[in-house]
């Protein structure tokens, strides 16, 4: 008898789709061990000898248990790893781990769903496919096992009780195990020469008005230079609206926290506003008319010139990563991360839990030990083991910071080097980080711009995270793609053109309704109104 989630299984499969990989294309992948029971494991000397587990007690079986997790890697060795030998030391529970490319893992993973055998642990379906099939009992409904998952229900049902509302299905079933605490507090944002704002005597803005004095003055200095230069193209837009309180993780669409309501940014006075600081800057020859065409080179080209572009947004690596390129010839060269633009002074705010991974636990006899093992891996003790090593066999402190005795040589230690290396910060499996990871050792200048936006509090309120069905979601998509290009479009020609006004900007927010943006929000005010519901 063919099981029914197996049939819809078939279908999901023409629709899957993955989210970007975090590591690169490559080759291969790891070959799969024989199945049967692993030997025994060696019980650990002190189950307490590796930290804070969240109040699991180690080890998480009374038997010799294997389990397979599927990853994306492109190590063919993780079977023999140290992780998965500490993993095992400490839990008893042996993994085979599935190991494919990023650029093989989602085919892979089709053949598996259309076939029926599912890893044990596995991630990559979009939360409506997970949906359908944990609704056909393919997967485990997290929420249905709280009583053994101590980490489990105090980080996503105690202390964030939105998480099963916002990222569960419609009877309040969970089938996606979260992540946390994966990314930096500050990642983007505006930069700007530094340098040469000394050389002019051009203090560091504190507000819009004073950006657009100091991007004259850049001008009156080098009359060819565009001080402000793109290669975001129609994305500077979102990247600009937080400053004018209109951006959000759904942009265009975005949460008023004042009025408690959802709304569509295009339309509002405050896109205008950030519009018309646009046009006088381009007016004015502030702004590089090319910003919405720029291809990456050029720009690099032009912030890395000693005359052409001052100022730009983009991401905090490019501080170092451009002074780098161009020391040999400028040695001055000093590219620094800014104060955020708008007049809420607030720049993005970076979410600290995700679903969008979707670590899933087949529905299978293995179901409980697997359940188990991610909550370890959720606990701080398996926080540091995933993403930092064993400390003294792999790693120590030293003051603040983390260091690897083996990695002494190597110029850059990073997550790729520690995959490599250890099989740390693999895609799949880490499902919480310790923030003393080498992911969070900044440079002096990324360190600059967490504490500028850290110590001032200058982030924009995040917004809900909304569940939809999948209607909603289908209806959201078909208005959305013309909507944007509509407004993408009416955005460069308010811009470039200088007879566009207050008349082209109402005819502007007609139009929006007459395709759907009202219609959008209703959607979002809807949703919301179902997590208030569910959360108060």
């Not at 979009?126 to 998952?149: C, F, R, Y």
């Not at 340098?195 to 001008?219: P, R």
Request: hydrophobic share 35%.
């Amino acid at each position: 008898m063919i099981k029914p989630w197996f049939r819809i299984a078939l279908v999901l499969t023409i629709i899957m789709s993955m989210l970007a990989a975090c590591s690169g294309g490559g080759k291969g992948a790891a070959p799969e061990t024989g199945g049967g029971q692993a030997p025994a494991p060696a019980a650990p000397a002190d189950p307490d000898q590796y930290g804070d587990t969240g109040g699991l007690m180690l080890p998480l079986v009374d038997k010799p248990t294997t389990l397979t997790w599927m990853v994306v890697s492109e190590k063919t060795n993780l079977n023999d790893s140290l992780l998965a030998k500490e993993i095992e030391k400490r839990t008893g529970i042996k993994i085979n781990f599935q190991a494919y490319s990023s650029a093989m893992y989602n085919d892979k993973l089709k053949m598996m769903v259309a076939s029926g055998k599912l890893p044990d642990i596995f991630h990559g379906m979009t939360p409506s496919e997970l949906k359908k099939i944990g609704k056909q009992k393919a997967v485990v409904a997290i929420n249905e096992h709280l009583d053994m998952l101590p980490n489990f229900k105090r980080m996503y049902v105690d202390e964030n009780p939105w998480v099963i509302p916002s990222y569960g299905d419609e009877s309040g079933n969970i089938y996606t195990w979260p992540v946390a605490n994966i990314n930096r507090d500050v990642n983007h944002g505006f930069l700007y020469r530094k340098d040469i704002f000394d050389e002019l005597g051009i203090k560091e803005w504190t507000n819009t008005e004073e950006l657009y004095q100091a991007l004259k003055k850049l001008k009156e200095a080098y009359p060819d230079s565009y001080p402000y230069a793109s290669k975001t193209k129609e994305h500077i837009f979102r990247d600009w609206s937080f400053g004018w309180g209109i951006g959000g993780a759904n942009y265009p669409v975005y949460y008023d926290e004042a009025a408690k309501v959802w709304k569509y940014a295009t339309v509002q006075p405050e896109h205008k506003d950030m519009l018309d600081f646009m046009k006088k800057l381009y007016n004015e020859g502030l702004l590089d008319p090319e910003f919405m065409t720029d291809t990456d080179d050029s720009w690099t080209a032009k912030m890395t010139s000693g005359n052409k572009s001052f100022v730009t947004y983009d991401w905090i690596g490019r501080l170092d990563l451009f002074y780098n390129q161009v020391k040999d010839q400028n040695s001055n060269y000093d590219l620094r991360y800014g104060n955020p633009v708008g007049p809420t002074g607030n720049g993005k705010t970076i979410e600290s839990i995700t679903n969008s991974f979707s670590i899933a636990v087949a529905n299978n006899d293995n179901k409980e030990a697997a359940l188990k093992l991610l909550d370890y891996l959720t606990s701080l003790s398996g926080a540091t083991l995933v993403t930092m090593g064993v400390e003294g066999e792999t790693f120590k402190i030293e003051g603040d910071k983390v260091v690897y005795p083996e990695l002494t040589d190597v110029p850059l230690v990073d997550i790729s080097m520690l995959e490599d290396r250890y099989a740390l910060w693999l895609q799949g499996l880490y499902v919480n980080a310790d923030k003393r990871s080498v992911y969070f050792n900044y440079t002096e200048k990324e360190q600059e711009a967490q504490d500028k936006l850290l110590n001032g509090n200058k982030f924009e309120p995040l917004d809900p995270v909304l569940n939809f069905t999948d209607d909603e979601t289908a209806t959201i998509a078909e208005i959305q793609t013309l909507l944007k290009k509509l407004a993408d479009e009416l955005n460069a020609k308010y811009i470039f053109n200088k007879d566009y006004g207050d008349a082209q900007w109402q005819q502007w927010q007609v139009q929006a309704e007459k395709q759907g943006s009202k219609q959008i929000v209703d959607i979002f005010n809807a949703a919301q109104k179902r997590l208030d519901e569910a959360t108060n």
